[in-house]
Nanobody
Framework: QVQLVESGGGLVQPGGSLRLSCAAS?????????MGWYRQAPGQQRELVATITSGRTTNYADSVKGRFTISNDNVKKMVYLQMSSLKPEDTAVYYC????????WGQGTQVTVSS
């Protein structure tokens, strides 16, 4: 079992920055080989934002390349998402995921980009 807890969301103006954090815990945390961030806007499907493996190989959605940076701390079992140059279309609930598993999701954190 893996539990994931996100933090760091909030309201930010267009062009601003936010940093999201996700902490993993549970009996199966040592089996985690990748973590990622996904987002879901109202009325839309959940979509991948960025992923990172334990070896720090990263993957980004085209819509966030050059603006978002994913990083991790394998010792602390944390994953971070540094978001810059935020746009209104980045508004969504952001979810943390472990090992691409449908069973391992956090509760989500709201990010709202608005003036």
């Amino acid at each position: 079992q893996v539990q994931l807890v996100e933090s760091g969301g909030g309201l930010v103006q267009p062009g601003g920055s936010l940093r999201l954090s996700c902490a993993a815990s549970g009996r199966s945390i040592n089996t985690i080989y990748a973590m990622g961030w996904y987002r879901q806007a109202p009325g839309q499907q959940r979509e991948l934002v960025a992923t990172i493996t334990s070896g720090r190989t990263t993957n980004y959605a085209d819509s966030v390349k050059g603006r978002f940076t994913i990083s991790n701390d394998n010792v602390k079992k944390m994953v971070y998402l540094q978001m810059s140059s935020l746009k209104p279309e980045d508004t969504a609930v952001y979810y943390c995921n472990a090992s691409f598993s449908p069973a391992y999701w956090g509760q989500g954190t709201q990010v709202t980009v608005s003036s």
